[in-house]
Nanobody
Framework: QVKLAESGGDPVQAGRSLRVSCVPS????????MAWFRQGPGKEREGVAS???????RYAEPVKGRFTISKDAATNILYLQMNYQEPEGAAIYCC???????????????????WGQGTLVSVLR
């Protein structure tokens, strides 16, 4: 059974950095596409970053240049490094996994099969 467990959500001052983590279990990490999504108060869930099986990373426009998605090859932990966090970034951040995702759908929530419970990131102005 595939399980995803996020952690690292904390209050962060606007403009500062924070890293959240996602620990997968129940499958071989390199068999899945992975992604981070977020949902802020009163907002729809949106894709933030994705990591394909071959290691190619893609980002939503609002976070390009500030966020980095990566995975540790030894532990299979997925990370999202968030630099210069903005107040609009306050949200519950969730990681997701799917065996295969078409190139145009990497940041579409509907194609991901497995989800974690999320970790809350609040941004202090």
């Amino acid at each position: 059974q595939v399980k995803l467990a996020e952690s690292g959500g904390d209050p962060v001052q606007a403009g500062r950095s924070l890293r959240v983590s996602c620990v997968p279990s129940g499958y071989q990490y390199n068999q899945f596409c992975m992604a981070w999504f977020r949902q802020g108060p009163g907002k729809e869930r949106e894709g933030v970053a994705s990591l394909e099986r071959d290691g190619v990373a893609r980002y939503a426009e609002p976070v390009k240049g500030r966020f980095t998605i990566s995975k540790d090859a030894a532990t299979n932990i997925l990370y999202l490094q968030m630099n210069y966090q903005e107040p609009e970034g306050a949200a519950i951040y969730c990681c997701a996994a799917a065996p295969y995702v078409g190139l145009g759908y990497l940041l579409h929530a509907s194609v991901y099969f497995f989800w974690g419970q999320g970790t809350l990131v609040s941004v202090l102005r």
